[in-house]
């Protein structure tokens, strides 16, 4: 099963689940309108049905949230949104085309079957300053999720590529692309659900 399909097939469910602990949200959002300017070019990879794009649109000049699921961003592009926020079906390369300020991706890296690519693709994409935020479940930390999540998956239950990697690892990563790392945290440290951002110098 691709990625997109399997979105598409949950993107509902998705969309009606209550957040189990929306502080750990608040407390992202918080830390990303510290870096986010108004002049700013925002796009946002793999945004799903829009919630962290509604919040952080006002602090930027534009912001696109893009997913390769098309009942996603289906779901995204009924809400109401502010001026200047636009929702896209698109890869992460075809969403990087037309250049950003800033890329964000929340939930998302895990996903990658390809990170290290994915990471080069938006250094390239990013002028000189420009910032890569993103927050990852760092799934390496709890061994005993991979039996699960396999079973899952095989129920169709979870999606197709999920990488299981440590904060450590996923920093080094995002070095290895060209970044310099400014700011970490967890959110939460349990998991942890790590929370990175990257300047191109």
């Known amino acids: 099963m691709a990625q997109a399909d399997f979105w598409d097939g949950i993107a509902e469910r998705y969309a009606a689940r209550p957040l189990s602990k929306p502080e750990f949200w ?9 870096w986010l300017e108004p002049q700013m070019r925002a796009v946002e990879l793999g ?5 962290t794009a509604l919040r952080l649109a006002d602090c ?8 390769v699921s098309g009942e996603m961003i289906r779901i995204a592009a009924a809400k109401q949104a502010p001026e200047g926020l636009s929702f896209l079906q698109a890869d992460a390369s075809a969403a990087l085309d037309g250049g ?33 935020i993103s927050k990852t479940p760092c799934l390496g930390h709890k061994r005993w999720l991979r039996p699960l999540i396999a079973g ?10 999920i990488g299981f990697f440590r904060t450590d690892a996923l920093e080094a990563l995002i070095r290895d692309a060209g970044f310099e790392i400014l700011e970490t945290g967890d ?15």
């Open 26 to 34: 608040e407390a992202t959002l918080e830390r990303c309108r510290h």
């Open 47 to 51: 945004c799903g049905t829009g919630s």
């Open 60 to 67: 930027v000049a534009s912001y696109t949230g893009t997913d």
């Open 100 to 132: 950003a300020d800033v890329v964000l991706a929340f939930n998302l890296l895990h996903l990658i079957p390809d990170l290290p690519g994915l990471l080069r693709a938006v250094f390239a994409a990013l002028p000189e300053g420009g910032l890569l």
């Open 152 to 161: 899952l998956r095989w129920i169709g239950k979870a999606p197709p590529d």
């Open 187 to 201: 959110y939460p440290a349990s998991l942890p659900s790590h929370f990175v951002v990257a300047r191109k110098g």
